[in-house]
């Protein structure tokens, strides 16, 4: 274990090993169209190396935010046009709103607290107009418990080998123990290695937690289908409710 900042070590080798995200951003861009299709402006919640932003298109002002330096190294990179920020989800203020905002890749889950959660769709919340869409995804409960009953994943990928173990024997947490064996060529590798931890959230919990700021539009898995909390993933679609009028005296 290092004590380098969460995925700052794992920055180099992140696209290689996910691969481009070409179905969420299709479902992203579809739910855009639907819920909000005069959206000129798109705010990503831990957007990690820019991969999603990226695929998005040239129609939106992008930005992002991201507590990685070395994710968002790659992401300016990739995206030079966009406004990125190094800061906490949970905790952040731009000057400025948006008419959409996206959390995807179970990024919400790393927030390991309700109280976090709750602060995150504040955020959200602040940072978009009237009527906005957020658009997240988490893994949930029966996912998490899946993955703690799996053997360890291992990934060969650019001649390197990662592999990956669940632990999920301390509900509502699970640890993900990461190592990348990095091939240094001539039979010799260097080992990176991190516990990246995540919260499994009921979906009624959720739900009750977006309450107070969005109205739900959508609920669904990978399939488009209703999501439960045994579905492999939860795909959430969410309008900014109108912000309280003050009346005059």
Request: glycine content about 8%; aromatic content about 8%; some cysteine.
């Amino acid at each position: 274990m290092t004590d380098i900042p969460a995925y700052d070590a794992f920055a180099p080798f992140y696209d290689a090993v996910n691969g481009e995200p070409v179905e969420r951003i299709r479902q992203i861009l579809a739910l855009i169209t639907h819920y909000r299709p005069d959206a000129t402006s798109v705010l990503e919640l831990g957007c990690g190396t820019g991969a999603v932003l990226a695929g998005l298109g040239s129609g939106f002002r992008l930005a992002g935010i991201d507590q990685s330096a070395g994710m968002l190294a790659v992401a300016e990179r990739r995206l030079p046009g966009a406004s990125l920020h190094l800061g906490d989800i949970t905790n952040f203020a731009l000057a400025e709103t948006f008419d959409v905002v996206i959390c995807v890749f179970d990024t919400l889950n790393h927030v390991i607290t309700l109280d976090g959660w709750r602060a995150v769709f504040a955020r959200a919340a602040q940072h978009l107009v009237d009527g906005g869409l957020l658009v997240f995804d988490c893994n949930t409960v029966g996912r998490l418990e899946e993955l703690g009953s799996m053997a360890p994943w291992v990934h060969d990928f650019d001649g390197h080998t990662l592999i990956m173990s669940v632990n999920f024997d301390q509900p509502p947490l699970a640890f993900f123990d990461l190592r990348i064996f990095e091939s240094l060529g001539g039979g010799t590798f260097r080992e990176h290695q991190e516990v990246i931890v995540e919260q499994a959230v009921e979906l009624l919990t959720v739900r009750e937690l977006l309450d107070s700021d969005f109205e739900l539009l959508e609920l669904c898995d990978d399939d488009g289908q209703r999501a439960t909390d045994t579905s492999a993933r939860a795909i959430v679609s969410a309008r900014r409710r109108p912000r309280s009028v003050v009346e005059k005296p």
